[in-house]
């Protein structure tokens, strides 16, 4: 069911109650119920009928019909017939209104709101129609404010129906129900609250209530009493800080304004905790209040009427805004990100410094630098005042935050914040070839994107790194052409790693390709060496090289010797592998004259190489011949020079020879001519020299022939010639040892004057004379002379010839006689001053070198030691004094044998000392003999210097032979050893021997002398 009440609000103690209103008022209320049964007449009377402060309403006519026979008891009332019905009633002052509820049909009925803190309250209740009998509705009795529950609630005083309307509970204390019968009836209801009465008593205190009848047809037909109305607003009811704002109200019941009320303005700003008066009013003519206000702070307002001793009339409350206006910050997360990413806008709210939580915030954006701007979405910030809105801006774009204008705040907005947006950048790398040899190139190739496009116009870097892409290193750029392609080529001399990259720019993001590596082997170099070039039928040469890579020699590695006899077709001859010193060869008897040259196939880490190719020439010997048809002319004249070309004795044809000459008084030969050999390799060619001239027919070698030169012939321009005359001279000696020298001077005269520019012969005869070959020509100079230094062999025979010339007889010297003799013998000795010492002292090697049994002094001597390899290593050198002595000292550590070695001079042979061994033996620091009489033991101990561990022997001496082994131990760390041996009695030699190994040297200990007793 629906139930209706009038709620009162607490009073607020610290607020002026207000008198209560008028009596006139209450007339009026009474006289509502004028159509009830007037007349009606207004007394006060206590709980026990004596005056009192509550009314007590007549309520005269009637009939009320026949008094209740099952309420006999109910002396108070008036009696049936009396014509008037008396009633209970609050306060008029304090109850309110009560509508005027006319005659009420059938099944109406009407509800009563009553206040009453002080006294018992009743309330009618009035049903017409139909004749009484059986309940034909329901009545429902809603109490509201219920302050504790004590025994009965409620007591039927007056009905006039057939059957008792008792009230049962409902389910609440503050609901209860009965039911009613057909045919007119007044229903009293009754608040027991006579007497004493506190609000904390077990008393029960309504402070409304409700009733309600209901028809046969279920049907609800509230009819409420009519309070107080008391309205409130504000306009606006949202301000700007220091805008006002004008609260008003109405007053009014029934519907009927009010008048002369005053109203107090209250303001809570804690939900209704507490409550400030800021203002009052009093009611027009209207009902209406109004106060004008500067609200500083958003609050609820309510206006309130108080009585004095009585209830207080609320409004309901407005609410009035103090707008605010934030501040608003504005950041992203980033401020350049790439397209397609996101980022996030955030922004803080704050007011005078302080948070603000719920504050609608809008994000808009710009994509122009800020002449248009669209939402990009709303949010409401958090309890730190902080929003956020995610966004994925496709080109640079501003942003800024804005609090719109509304109830609650005034408009604001951010400063902007940029977003620059870079459109993706991709580069592509490619090599080609991937693998190359060192000192080749490749084509690093590319191609930049841009947002997916390939772009042109961009530069782009392009990055190396030796060191497995630890380090980079910026080599270059390169602008990307049409399609965004790049291409660079690179010769790098190590295996490198490549990358392109892009810096980026204002407008793209930076990029960087895959690593790709390019594999650089490794450089190789071979050398070509051969033992001859020009080679005779049946010679050997041998080819050599070396493989090297970066430097270093590569062993293990196979080269291919290959040949050619046209230097255009190659074909494999042998294959060798490197050794370790990277070196191979080949030795081959080559049949005709071919290029050779080496080859190394490249692998995986190393370069080919191809050494310089070299030609062998296998050439046979040829041979000229010359002859003049006459060896002198007149002036003017000429004759025949003719020559023969052979080779190993068969005459060579269709062979180009060339006839050189040297006038008398020239420097140098020049060819005048040249002519073809004939099948039987003869040529010729005429000459007319204008003065004395040396001739030669000359062969230039051919791939397969060797080069000659004929002889000279001097061709004589004659007029009457003058006599010569030629000396021959022989200085500093005539007797030589084997392997000196001596000179030999000419000297060319004529008429006593000497003649310059005139070539001389030497010539020699080691036969005795029998025979003379020619061993020098020389020009003479301005004093006639010419000198040739000779260095016979054996005792030789000299002399000079002059051939003459134009105007000069030929002449021939005298025979001077060189004697030659064998070098003197030498004799080196060697002796040591101390033939043992401690390993670490130094020893004294001397040296003695006489020649024809005396001593040689100044004489280079070096001292030298034998290796283990039997070579001998020079250790020292000494010059010998005047009497052929020599000395050098060095610290020994190791038994040696040493040797003098002396490299001869002009006069003497070399010769080589004897070996002599100096025994470098160990320092022993204690040695003692221990025999021992009964077992006949020798026991040797001692200590090693200059040693860890080693094996240590004890040796027996004998007075003849080679020393044995006794017995064996290995010395301790200490450097201490025990050697024990049993012996028959007798006196005995024993020595210490240490071996050496390859950290110790070997060592003895001097000799011991052991008596064993009998």
């Not at 004998?958 to 009695?985: H, K």
Request: proline share 6%; with cysteine; glycine share 8%.
């Amino acid at each position: 069911m629906r139930r209706v009440a009038v709620t009162v609000i607490a009073t607020v103690a610290a607020l002026l109650a207000l008198p209560a209103p008028p009596a006139s008022a209450a007339v009026v209320v009474i006289d509502s119920l004028s159509e009830v049964q007037p007349p009606y007449q207004v007394e006060r009377t206590n709980c026990d009928g004596g005056a009192d402060s509550t009314p007590r309403v007549r309520l005269e006519g009637g009939p009320f019909g026949p008094p209740n026979p099952e309420f006999p008891d109910q002396q108070d009332k008036p009696p049936l017939g009396d014509g008037s019905l008396e009633l209970e009633t609050p306060d008029l002052g304090r109850a309110g209104i009560f509508r005027d509820i006319g005659e009420l049909s059938d099944l109406e009925a009407f509800s009563v709101a009553l206040h009453d803190p002080d006294a018992r309250t009743d309330a009618v209740i009035r049903t017409e129609g139909g004749a009484p009998g059986a309940p034909v509705g329901r009545i429902d009795l809603d109490s509201l404010g219920v302050w504790t529950s004590s025994g009965d609630l409620m007591a039927v005083d007056w009905f006039w129906t057939s059957q008792s309307p008792a009230f049962f509970f409902e389910g609440t204390i503050s609901e209860y129900v009965t039911t009613y019968g057909s045919g007119p009836a007044f229903v009293g209801i009754q608040r027991n609250l006579c007497g004493d009465f506190q609000p904390n008593d077990s008393t029960t205190h309504i402070d409304a209530l409700t009733i309600d009848v209901v028809g046969e047809a279920s049907t609800t037909l509230d009819f409420e009493a009519a309070p107080f109305e008391l309205t409130i607003a504000a306009d606006p009811t949202s301000v700007a800080p220091g805008e006002s704002t004008t609260i008003s109200g109405t007053l009014t019941s029934d519907g009927e304004p009010l008048q002369g009320y005053q109203a107090n303005l209250l303001r809570t700003t804690d939900g209704g905790e507490s409550y400030t008066q800021i203002g009052n009013d009093g009611t027009d003519e209207s009902g209406q209040l109004s106060l004008e206000i500067t609200p500083t702070v958003t609050a609820q307002y309510v206006w309130a009427i108080f009585f004095i001793d009585g209830p207080v009339v609320e409004s309901g409350l407005v609410t009035v805004t103090v707008k605010r206006k934030p501040a608003l910050t504005s950041t992203a997360d980033r401020t350049t990100i790439v397209k397609g990413e996101t980022a996030v806008l955030r922004t803080t709210a704050t007011f005078e410094g302080a948070a603000m939580q719920g504050v609608p915030v809008v994000l808009r954006k710009s994509v122009d630098g800020g002449s248009t701007w669209t939402d990009v979405g709303t949010t409401t910030t958090n309890f730190a005042g902080q929003g956020s809105i995610v966004d994925q801006p496709t080109v640079n774009t501003s942003y800024r935050w804005h609090v719109l204008n509304s109830e609650r705040y005034i408009a604001a907005m951010s400063v902007k914040r940029e977003v620059t947006v870079l459109r993706p950048s991709a580069v592509s790398l490619s090599l080609s070839p991937q693998v190359i040899n060192h000192g080749a190139s490749a084509t690093v190739g590319g191609v930049v994107t841009i947002d997916g496009t390939p772009t042109e116009g961009l530069s782009i870097d392009l990055w190396s790194s030796t060191d497995n892409g630890t380090t980079w290193v910026r080599g270059g750029a390169s602008v990307s052409g049409p399609g965004g392609t790049l291409t660079q080529q690179v010769s790098p001399t190590s295996t490198r790693r490549y990358q392109w990259r892009y810096a980026g720019s204002a407008a793209h993001r930076g990029a960087s390709s895959l690593a790709m590596v390019l594999t650089v082997r490794r450089p190789t170099t071979l050398t070509m060496s051969t033992t001859g070039t020009d080679l005779s039928p049946g010679q050997q040469v041998t080819l050599s090289t070396v493989l090297r890579s970066d430097g270093a020699v590569v062993a293990g590695r196979p080269v291919h010797l290959y040949r050619s006899v046209n230097g255009t077709t190659w074909s494999r001859l042998t294959t060798r592998t490197t050794d370790s010193f990277g070196a191979a060869s080949f030795t081959l008897t080559p049949s005709t004259t071919e290029q050779y040259r080496w080859q190394h196939d490249l692998t995986a880490t190393l370069s080919p190489a191809t050494s310089a190719p070299v030609t062998v020439f296998v050439r046979t010997s040829t041979a000229l011949t010359i002859d003049a048809v006459a060896d002198a002319v007149a002036p003017g004249g000429s004759t025949t020079l003719r020559t023969t070309l052979l080779s190993q004795g068969t005459p060579v044809r269709a062979q180009s020879v060339g006839l050189w000459a040297l006038p008398q008084g020239g420097s140098t030969w020049s060819q005048i001519g040249s002519a073809t050999t004939n099948i039987e390799g003869k040529a010729s060619a005429s000459v007319s020299p204008a003065v004395e001239t040396r001739y030669q027919w000359r062969f230039a070698k051919t791939p397969h022939l060797k080069a000659s030169q004929s002889p000279m012939t001097t061709i004589l321009v004659r007029d009457p010639m003058a006599a010569t005359a030629l000396d021959n001279s022989v200085a500093p000696s005539t007797a030589l040892y084997d392997g000196q020298s001596t000179t030999v001077t000419g000297t060319l005269t004529s008429g006593g004057e000497p003649r310059s520019n005139r070539t001389l012969t030497l010539e020699a005869s080691t036969d005795g004379g029998a025979t003379y070959h020619l061993l020098r020509s020389r020009l003479t100079d301005v004093n006639g002379q010419v000198s040739v230094k000779v260095t016979p062999t054996q005792t030789t025979r000299y002399r000079w010839r002059f051939a003459g010339a134009a105007n000069f007889q030929a002449s021939q010297s005298v025979v001077r006689t060189v004697t030659v003799s064998p070098r003197r013998t030498s004799v080196l000795g060697i002796s040591a001053t101390v033939k043992v010492i401690d390993a670490g002292d130094k020893a004294q090697l001397k040296a003695k070198l006489s020649a024809v049994g005396q001593g040689y002094g100044g004489q280079t001597l070096r001292l030298q030691r034998l290796l283990n390899d039997d070579s001998w290593e020079t250790v020292a050198t000494a010059v010998t004094a005047a009497d052929g002595t020599a000395t050098v000292t060095l610290v020994q550590h190791v038994t040696t044998n040493y040797r003098w070695s002396y490299g001869g001079s002009e006069t003497t042979l070399p010769t080589v000392s004897g070996p002599s061994p100096v025994e470098a033996r160990f320092v022993v620091t204690a040695l003692a003999s221990t025999p021992d009489s009964t077992d006949d033991l020798v026991e040797l101990t001692g200590t090693v210097s200059r040693y860890t561990t080693s094996a240590v022997r004890l040796m027996l001496r004998p007075a003849t032979g080679a020393p044995i082994l006794v017995s064996s131990t290995q010395q301790r760390t200490d450097q201490t050893y025990r050697l024990v041996a049993r012996m028959p009695a007798g006196a005995y030699t024993f020595f210490t021997e240490v071996l050496g190994d390859n950290i110790n040297i070997t060592g003895r200990s001097p000799d011991q002398v052991v008596v064993v007793p009998d």
